[in-house]
């Protein structure tokens, strides 16, 4: 059974970094052809995709943060990080993260395993 959890500190000062992780149990991050994704849902709004990190290490971000984001895995098997720097409180979110099943040749079978995740606050 594939399980997913993020961990990481639920209040921000505004103009620090957020840092996450997201464990992994029961798959390993570099298993063809998945992708693991960082996604938040602010308060009152819709979820918002971030970002994800290709099964063979390749990390594609959202237009509208990259630039402010970095998701690596290091030589972990099954833990993946989200680093957000300049936090606002308009990062003030529950942040989540997902597997995404993926075939050799492209096909996206959508988002399969979430976490519950993490509410993360931002504010002076």
């Known amino acids: 059974q594939v399980q997913v959890e993020e961990s990481g500190p639920a209040l921000g000062k505004p103009s620090q970094t957020l840092s996450l992780a997201c464990i992994i149990t029961g798959d390993s991050i570099r298993r063809s052809f998945y992708y693991w994704n960082w996604i938040r849902q602010p308060p009152g709004k819709g979820l918002e995709w971030m970002g994800a990190?290709?099964?063979?290490?390749?990390?594609n971000y959202s237009p509208h943060l990259k630039g402010r984001l970095t998701i690596s895995r290091g030589t972990s098997n099954n833990r993946f990080t989200l680093q957000v720097t300049a936090v606002t409180p308009e990062d003030t979110a529950v942040y989540y993260c997902a597997r995404e099943d993926r075939t050799a040749d492209g096909v996206n079978y959508g988002l399969d395993y979430w976490g519950q995740g993490t509410q993360v606050t931002v504010s002076s």
């Open positions: 990190i290709t099964w063979d290490g390749v990390a």
